[in-house]
């Protein structure tokens, strides 16, 4: 006699049975769909063909639209890439774009920030975060071309015309220190972003809570340490992450700002050469299978650094066993 | 530790907090402040946790005035309604915590946060997670952090609102026995009149901002100075009546179209030199339902029984008012009958109809 017929008549609740099963993961599955099929269509697909395409030699050289005789040539894309002298270079400086862009930036500025404007008057507090936001919703070539503006050689730039007036020397602010500013114009977009996550947990936090802290004898400092931090912690990873991976990709404005340059590579980053390479016409050959190669190889760091991330965090600790429980 | 509170007001705009309220509260003393909700009970307690600064006024905690000292330096314990753990300390942590900023060390702060969970019967949870706490646990962590620092006041923000009525009866019995025994001043907030007449030594009835009555339990119960405060204590509430009382070869009588009762001497003389209509008070437990009609008694008809378990609380209507009271639960009233009531007048309060004061207590 089988397990099912012994119990069958029973009202007594059974273990998840084989079509029960079926049928609660099609719910669930049901409910991931609309985010599975944006992923899908707008990250796997394209991951796929760019891969592809970085194993062939398309470039505008020797294009043609029969894709059949498409040259497929393995990995010598990849070994072009690594035997290229720049690379090095290239991916060093992404490091250190990112780096300090977001630990100065991204997420210290943001955190204090958002520390300092929930400690003040809350309409002071909302005025300091709503200037903190322009720079993210202005158009970025309108910024960077503000940012331009003020930085530009004499007698252009505004801070050179400052120099000036008062009898100092100008200078020639982005070919004496290029990374200066493609980290400050990149870190006072990122700020907003991480401020906004912070600002909101922080809030969150219940009043009782924070009270009770300075009645237990905490200063305001003491209270940031001990009870705020620890309850914004998992605000914190997600923004660390999450702000690594957009700076990884981001290459907009260092390419209005100094197109990684002065001279030869100076502040290009990966992201920057892949588009460089693969769609800006490189010394008037677009190289669409080598640019790939070097975005297949960012998206490669990207999973690599998310995996890392989530082990170091222990991410799966902070997320609570759903409370709906399948009967 | 004394504490003296003149003329405090807290005001958040153009919103009242609390206004021009004056306690004097002796060292050791149990105060509970009672008020309906949003009568301002929080606000002083967080003013007085130097939360909120005063908008004016003077608190003094003995000779202290300590109305720009910062919370950490008043060396208060409070307990919140919330319970307000820290949940992602453990227990031992949560009541640790207030050590900890003290500088205490690590073997003192094990021995006094031991002591302290033993006391309050949490020894075993000290290595879990307020989360993993049920409601009545986490009241006594709270509890703990409170106490382990040995403050000079302690201030509770309705700590039992949130417990089932059978443990809200354990902890209210710990925690005056606590007090007593520590000899911790405290201000007890509380919107559960039950709570304040049974805890406290002295309680301070609020409303809309304001302080009503400040007197110990069976003061207010028994003398009542205001409508509101005579309203307020007691429960089921006393009934009130528009009467007029008049005199008449030196006897009195509280009037209405349908009632004519006796009062004495001492009670009926001041509503009746008053003159004009009055309110009268009596209480539930002050009316009688009689088992023979004499002349003493006004017959009324019951218009509803509900059952409390030991007795019923029934409200019989006569003319056009209505009393509550309570008989006992074997005699089986019903609705529709009709009763006779004997009203015991030596508890009657008269209120004076304007002013909402009493005209026999001031
Ligand atoms: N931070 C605040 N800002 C503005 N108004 C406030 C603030 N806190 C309290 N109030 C107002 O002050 C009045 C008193 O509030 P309070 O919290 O002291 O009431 P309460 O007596 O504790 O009530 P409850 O029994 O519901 O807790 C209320 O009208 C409330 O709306
Ligand atoms: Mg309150």
Redesign the pocket.
């Known amino acids: 006699m089988s397990e099912q017929a012994k119990t069958g008549d029973t009202t007594v609740p059974r273990s998840r049975g084989g079509s029960n099963a079926l049928k609660s993961y099609l719910g669930a599955y049901g409910f991931m769909a609309p985010a599975g099929i944006l992923v899908i269509v707008f990250f796997l697909i394209p991951v796929a063909i760019v891969l592809y395409l970085s194993l062939t030699n398309l470039a505008s050289s020797n294009f043609t639209s029969n894709l059949a005789i498409m040259e497929f040539i393995g990995l010598k894309n990849y070994q072009t890439l690594l035997n290229d002298q720049f690379a090095r270079k290239i991916f060093f400086n992404t490091i250190f774009y990112v780096l300090v862009t977001l630990s100065i930036f991204n997420v210290s500025l943001a955190l204090l920030v958002s520390l300092l404007t929930t400690h003040i008057d809350r309409s002071a507090g909302f005025v300091f975060r709503a200037l903190w936001i322009l720079p993210r919703i202005t158009s970025p070539v309108v910024y960077i071309l503000i940012w331009k503006r003020m930085i530009a050689e004499a007698p252009f730039g505004i801070i050179n015309q400052f120099n000036e007036a008062l009898g100092q020397p100008t200078y020639n602010y982005i070919s004496t220190n290029p990374w200066v500013f493609v980290v400050v114009v990149n870190g006072f977009i990122g700020v907003s972003f991480g401020m906004i996550i912070f600002t909101s947990a922080i809030e969150s936090i219940p009043r009782d809570l924070l009270n009770a802290s300075l009645v237990d004898g905490s200063s305001k400092l003491q209270r940031i340490r001990y009870v705020i931090m620890p309850l914004i912690r998992w605000p914190l990873l997600f923004v660390v992450t999450y702000q690594t991976l957009s700076l990884l990709t981001s290459f907009v404005e260092i390419q209005l700002l100094t197109d990684g340059g002065p001279g030869l590579y100076r502040t290009e980053v990966w992201s920057l050469t892949a588009y460089h390479r693969a769609l800006s016409n490189y010394f008037g050959n677009a190289q669409w299978g080598y640019g790939s190669a070097f975005a297949v190889l960012l998206v490669m760091i990207g999973v690599v650094l998310a995996v890392i991330y989530m082990r170091v965090f222990r991410f799966d600790e902070l997320i609570a066993e759903p409370r709906v429980e399948a009967l | 530790m004394k504490v003296t509170i003149d003329n405090l007001s807290k005001k958040f705009g153009e919103v009242v907090g609390v206004e021009n309220l004056t306690l004097h509260i002796e060292d050791g003393e149990f105060v509970a402040f009672l008020g309906p909700s949003g009568c301002g009970?929080?606000t002083t307690l967080l003013t007085l946790a130097g939360i909120y600064k005063p908008t004016d006024g003077v608190i003094r905690f003995g000779e202290r005035v300590v109305n720009t000292v910062q919370p950490k330096d008043r060396n208060i314990g409070m307990v919140f309604q919330s319970y307000a753990l820290y949940p992602h300390m453990t227990v031992f942590q949560n009541i640790a915590y207030p050590l900890k900023l003290k500088k205490v060390s690590k073997a003192d702060q094990h021995d006094r946060v031991r002591q302290v969970a033993n006391v309050m019967g949490i020894g075993e949870l000290l290595d879990r997670r307020p989360g993993q706490l049920s409601g009545g646990q986490q009241q006594r962590v709270a509890l703990g952090r409170a106490l382990v620092k040995e403050p000079d006041v302690l201030l509770f923000?309705?700590p039992l609102s949130n417990l089932d009525a059978r443990l809200r009866l354990t902890m209210r019995g710990e925690i005056k026995h606590l007090q007593k025994d520590l000899g911790i001043t405290s201000i007890y907030?509380t919107h559960d009149q039950v709570e304040a007449m049974t805890m406290a030594d002295r309680i301070a009835v609020m409303s809309g901002g304001h302080l009503q009555a400040f007197d110990s339990p069976d003061e207010l119960y028994d003398r009542p100075k205001t409508q509101f405060v005579a309203g307020f204590v007691g429960n089921p509430p006393m009934n009130f009546v528009d009467v007029s009382v008049q005199a008449s070869n030196g006897r009195f009588f509280a009037e209405t179209e349908s009632l004519r009762l006796e009062v004495q001497k001492e009670r009926g003389a001041p509503p009746a030199s008053h003159g004009g209509p009055v309110v009268m008070g009596i209480r539930p437990e002050d009316i009688q339902i009689a088992s023979d009609p004499n002349n003493g008694t006004v017959s009324g008809e019951i218009f509803v029984v509900e059952p409390l378990g030991r007795e019923d609380l029934i409200d019989v209507r006569i003319g056009r008012h209505s009393f509550l009271l309570l008989a006992d639960t074997e005699d089986r009233h019903q609705a529709g009958e009709r009763v006779s009531l004997a009203f015991d007048m030596e508890q009657a309060q008269f209120f004076d109809p304007e002013t909402e004061k009493s005209l026999l207590w001031q």
């Open positions: 009970k929080t923000d309705e907030v």
